[in-house]
């Protein structure tokens, strides 16, 4: 879960994609994210008011997808893609000055 600048949550739910709010969670609607199945790993916010979001299509994971979105989640570009199985985004952090940080975990043993 993260919140942008302008106060919107956004919240990542299994096989279901990236909800928002706009009124302190009481009530949450779906943001168009490519992918079926959806898995999302991790979400962030950057100061300016773009979302990320670590995403793959499940199950089996075949890839992991960095999304970024500049308009609220209406809209999503990728802007990584990373087809190794073994590896996952874990984390996302975007740093006051607005750069992203990625944390990438291994998969299995």
């Known amino acids: ?7 919107a949550l956004y ?3 299994a096989d279901r994609g990236v ?6 969670g009481i009530s949450w609607k779906l943001v ?7 898995q999302v790993y991790s979400l962030a916010a950057g100061v300016q008011g ?5 995403t793959g299509n499940c199950c089996p994971v075949q890839s992991v997808n960095l999304l970024r979105s500049a308009d ?3 809209t999503w570009t990728n802007i990584l893609e990373l087809h190794n199985p073994d590896v996952a985004i874990r984390s996302i952090l975007v740093t006051r000055k607005g750069t992203l940080l990625v944390g ?3 998969v299995g043993e």
Do not use: C, E
Not at 2 to 7: C, I, K, L, P, R
């Open 1 to 7: 879960m993260t919140t942008d600048s302008h106060g």
């Open 11 to 13: 919240a990542g739910i």
């Open 19 to 24: 909800y928002r709010s706009s009124d302190d």
């Open 32 to 38: 168009q994210t490519p992918g079926t199945k959806l």
């Open 50 to 54: 773009d979302v990320f979001a670590a």
């Open 72 to 74: 609220f989640g209406l």
């Open 104 to 106: 990438l975990n291994s």
